[in-house]
Structure formats: structure tokens, C-alpha cells
């Protein structure tokens, strides 16, 4: 009996602490994900620290990509119980340097309190999260590889490198939510070809956002070749450009993110009007996104993220508007064809099955699925 208290007693202090460390390592999914319903809330606060601490790996320049890929390796074996969350932390955390923050390297010296939640949830749950992270890390790996300043060879490596980081993300939750809902069980076909581009959208969007914070680190996740035929040579980017050709890139790139953000916006109108949680969920997280765009749209020649970065005021509107409409599609309707007139929009072929690994990875995948990678995304050979 005292064993039982002390692990019920460990796991209510790690979801605590859950709580605390979200409004640290994110502003949007710190007011997002409390509005889903109470049985969700944990499980996708659970979900986005795990594809943090992935992320954080990412984004750490003075850890090589070879290391990296063991790292993203040792990580799932944690997730998968075959080795220690502690030793794991005590590993990475002394290798990040000041690029990272103090809230991710607080996040990552106390991994094992995420991995304890991890495994405290019910076995569907935790297959799903798994499952989203061992696809994410084999992505990760591969573009950590050829990572540049001159940018990805074309705009369909860009849609693979935002399937891998942000995609399958929504396809995770969409099998979440189907999990929590039987009428959402019902239209699982239907939505789950949608749900990659509700998260490549919004990763187009931050790339875009921090194009410039992500060169002064020596990365760049613009299209080479369609970048060419406006005339852009991205080995040649500089902050502040004010020359034409790159405005009309820029405004080709945000026309493709527009597109996606529409693909998430009528899967948002195939959840249930009841469940208002998950549609305030997806609806603020894509509003924000729209007038994101919106914003580096109107000033093609920022410098930095945070000049183009939604103010406080305005994501208070963002809330305020969607939860009066949250139920109601007309509205919704209206409100999104308002706040994204006169943003470009490209046509998109439609949702590329192609693209998705989620249904071809069994849940609690083994992470040795490197041949497959090579097959999805026409790299074999590589």
C-alpha cells in the first residue's frame, strides 16, 4: 500500500510539474491545450513536452547530427521502458549550450518527470505518443543531415521536413481525440488525411516567423529551387531584404501556408459543435497562425521573429471572437474568410498519402524503420 501511495504521490508531483513547465516552453499551447476536455488535457500537455524535448535536440547547435541520431535513439528507448529516463537527462542536459533556454534545459534535467506521466497513461495513449515521437526523431535525423543556409532542394522536401516536425503531430491528435470521442471515432477516415496539414501549417507559419532568427544559427528551411525561379538565391539571404523578388518568394511561401490553414480549418468544422474544447483547441491555435501571416505579409523586410509576432492584445480578441462562434459553422465561417482576405492562397493537390507515415508505422513502433524512411520519401540510396 505504501508503494501504491508513493507512485500515485510521484506521478500527481510529475503532472504538476507538467503544468508549471508548458507556460515556460510555450505561450500558445500553454492557453490551447487547458481548453480541451479534462481526460485529453493531460495526455496532449504529455504529447507536445515529449516533441519538445525532441525539438530541443534539434535546435541545439553544439551537439553534431551524428550525435543526435543516438540521442533521438536513446530517447525512445526511454519511452519504450528499455532504459532509464534518468541516466538519459543526466547524459544531454550538461551538452546543451546557451542557444538553448533555461526553461528547455530545465525541461530536458527533468525529462524523467514527462516520461513518468508518459507511462502513467492508459496503453492506447501512450502507443499514439510513441508512435508520433519515433516518427518525428527518424525525420529529425535525416534533415539534421542536411541542414543549410542554402535552404531544402524543393518545396516537397519542405512539405516532408514539416510532416516529420509538425504533420504526424496532427495525426496524433487526431487519433487522441477519435480515442475520446465515438462520433470523432466515426469520421477517423475522414479527418486523418486533413490532420497533417493542420500541423504543417502552422510549422510553415513559425518557419516563416523565425527565418531569420533560424539563420542566425546557420539553418534555413526555404525551398531552393521554387526560391530560384522568383530569382532568390537563399545562399545569399541577409535579414531586412526589401528587394521585390523575395517579397513575391515570401508571399508564394505564405500562400502555401494559407492553403494548409484552410485543410485545418474544415477539419476543425468535422469536430463535433459539443465538443468545444478541441474546436477552441484548433480554432485559436490556427487564428493565430492567420494573422501571423498576416503580419509578415504586411512587412516583408522584418529582421526578426518577434516584429511580426501576434501581440498579447490581439490573441485576447483571437479568444474572444472564436468562443462565441465556437459552436456555430456559419460564423466560423465568416470570421475566417474576414481575417484572411487578401492573404495569397496556392492551390494544393490535395492531402498527399503518400507523404504520412502514421498509418504504416504499427503503434509502439521499435525506431529501427530507417529502409522504410527511404522508401516514403523517394531517398533510398542516400
Given at each position: 500500500?505504501?508503494?501504491?501511495?508513493?507512485?500515485?504521490?510521484?506521478?500527481?508531483?510529475?503532472?504538476?510539474?507538467?503544468?508549471?513547465?508548458?507556460?515556460?516552453?510555450?505561450?500558445?499551447?500553454?492557453?490551447?491545450?487547458?481548453?480541451?476536455?479534462?481526460?485529453?488535457?493531460?495526455?496532449?500537455?504529455?504529447?507536445?513536452?515529449?516533441?519538445?524535448?525532441?525539438?530541443?535536440?534539434?535546435?541545439e547547435?553544439?551537439?553534431?547530427?551524428?550525435?543526435?541520431?543516438?540521442?533521438?535513439?536513446?530517447?525512445?528507448?526511454?519511452?519504450?521502458?528499455?532504459?532509464?529516463?534518468?541516466?538519459?537527462?543526466?547524459?544531454?542536459t550538461?551538452?546543451?549550450?546557451?542557444?538553448?533556454?533555461?526553461?528547455?534545459?530545465?525541461?530536458?534535467?527533468?525529462s524523467?518527470?514527462?516520461?513518468?506521466?508518459?507511462?502513467?497513461?492508459?496503453a492506447?495513449?501512450?502507443?499514439?505518443?510513441?508512435?508520433?515521437?519515433?516518427?518525428?526523431?527518424?525525420?529529425?535525423?535525416?534533415?539534421q543531415?542536411?541542414?543549410?543556409?542554402?535552404?531544402?532542394?524543393?518545396?516537397?522536401?519542405?512539405?516532408?521536413?514539416?510532416?516529420?516536425?509538425?504533420?504526424?503531430?496532427?495525426?496524433?491528435?487526431?487519433?487522441?481525440?477519435?480515442?475520446?470521442?465515438?462520433?470523432?471515432?466515426?469520421?477517423?477516415?475522414?479527418?486523418?488525411?486533413?490532420?497533417?496539414?493542420?500541423?504543417?501549417?502552422?510549422?510553415?507559419?513559425?518557419?516563416?516567423?523565425?527565418?531569420?532568427?533560424?539563420?542566425?544559427?546557420?539553418?534555413?528551411?526555404l525551398?531552393?529551387?521554387?526560391?530560384?525561379?522568383?530569382?532568390?538565391?537563399?545562399?545569399?539571404?541577409?535579414?531586412?531584404?526589401?528587394?521585390?523578388?523575395?517579397?513575391?518568394?515570401?508571399?508564394?511561401?505564405?500562400?502555401?501556408?494559407?492553403?494548409?490553414?484552410?485543410?485545418?480549418?474544415?477539419?476543425?468544422?468535422?469536430?463535433?459543435?459539443?465538443?468545444?474544447?478541441?474546436r477552441?483547441?484548433?480554432?485559436?491555435?490556427?487564428?493565430?497562425?492567420?494573422?501571423?501571416?498576416?503580419?509578415?505579409?504586411a512587412?516583408?523586410?522584418?529582421?526578426?521573429?518577434?516584429?511580426?509576432?501576434?501581440?498579447?492584445?490581439?490573441?485576447?480578441?483571437?479568444?474572444?471572437?472564436?468562443?462565441?462562434?465556437?459552436?456555430?459553422?456559419?460564423?466560423?465561417?465568416?470570421?475566417?474568410?474576414?481575417?484572411?482576405?487578401?492573404?495569397?492562397?496556392?492551390?494544393?493537390?490535395?492531402?498527399?498519402?503518400?507523404?504520412?507515415?502514421?498509418?504504416?508505422?504499427?503503434?509502439?513502433?521499435?525506431?529501427?524503420?530507417?529502409?522504410?524512411?527511404?522508401?516514403?520519401?523517394?531517398?533510398?540510396?542516400?
Open positions: 500500500m505504501t508503494k501504491v501511495l508513493s507512485t500515485a504521490s510521484g506521478i500527481a508531483q510529475a503532472e504538476a510539474y507538467q503544468g508549471k513547465v508548458l507556460g515556460g516552453v510555450s505561450r500558445t499551447f500553454a492557453f490551447t491545450i487547458p481548453q480541451l476536455p479534462a481526460d485529453l488535457r493531460k495526455v496532449v500537455t504529455n504529447a507536445y513536452l515529449l516533441c519538445r524535448i525532441a525539438d530541443t535536440l534539434e535546435d547547435p553544439a551537439i553534431s547530427a551524428v550525435q543526435k541520431s543516438i540521442l533521438y535513439q536513446r530517447f525512445l528507448a526511454v519511452l519504450r521502458g528499455e532504459e532509464k529516463a534518468q541516466s538519459f537527462a543526466r547524459q544531454v550538461p551538452l546543451l549550450s546557451q542557444a538553448t533556454s533555461p526553461d528547455e534545459r530545465e525541461l530536458m534535467a527533468n524523467p518527470m514527462i516520461v513518468r506521466c508518459t507511462h502513467s497513461l492508459a492506447p495513449q501512450q502507443q499514439a505518443l510513441i508512435k508520433c515521437v519515433s516518427i518525428m526523431c527518424l525525420g529529425m535525423g535525416h534533415y543531415n542536411n541542414s543549410s543556409l542554402e535552404g531544402l532542394a524543393d518545396l516537397g522536401e519542405v512539405d516532408r521536413y514539416c510532416y516529420y516536425v509538425a504533420g504526424v503531430v496532427g495525426e496524433m491528435l487526431t487519433e487522441l481525440f477519435c480515442q475520446h470521442s465515438d462520433e470523432m471515432h466515426e469520421k477517423c477516415a475522414e479527418m486523418l488525411p486533413l490532420a497533417p496539414s493542420f500541423g504543417q501549417g502552422l510549422q510553415l507559419t513559425n518557419i516563416l516567423k523565425d527565418l531569420w532568427d533560424d539563420w542566425r544559427r546557420g539553418v534555413c528551411w525551398p531552393r529551387k521554387e526560391f530560384q525561379a522568383f530569382g532568390v538565391d537563399l545562399s545569399r539571404l541577409a535579414p531586412g531584404r526589401r528587394d521585390p523578388e523575395f517579397a513575391t518568394a515570401l508571399r508564394y511561401m505564405i500562400s502555401i501556408a494559407h492553403a494548409h490553414l484552410r485543410n485545418a480549418f474544415r477539419y476543425t468544422l468535422m469536430v463535433p459543435a459539443q465538443e468545444t474544447g478541441i477552441r483547441f484548433c480554432l485559436w491555435a490556427i487564428g493565430l497562425a492567420v494573422l501571423t501571416l498576416r503580419r509578415i505579409d512587412q516583408p523586410s522584418y529582421c526578426m521573429g518577434r516584429q511580426v509576432k501576434v501581440s498579447r492584445r490581439t490573441v485576447k480578441a483571437v479568444i474572444a471572437t472564436t468562443s462565441l462562434a465556437t459552436r456555430h459553422d456559419g460564423m466560423l465561417n465568416l470570421l475566417f474568410n474576414g481575417v484572411t482576405r487578401g492573404l495569397p492562397l496556392a492551390p494544393l493537390a490535395g492531402p498527399d498519402l503518400e507523404l504520412s507515415a502514421w498509418a504504416s508505422e504499427p503503434s509502439g513502433v521499435d525506431g529501427h524503420s530507417a529502409a522504410r524512411y527511404g522508401r516514403r520519401t523517394g531517398n533510398d540510396g542516400e
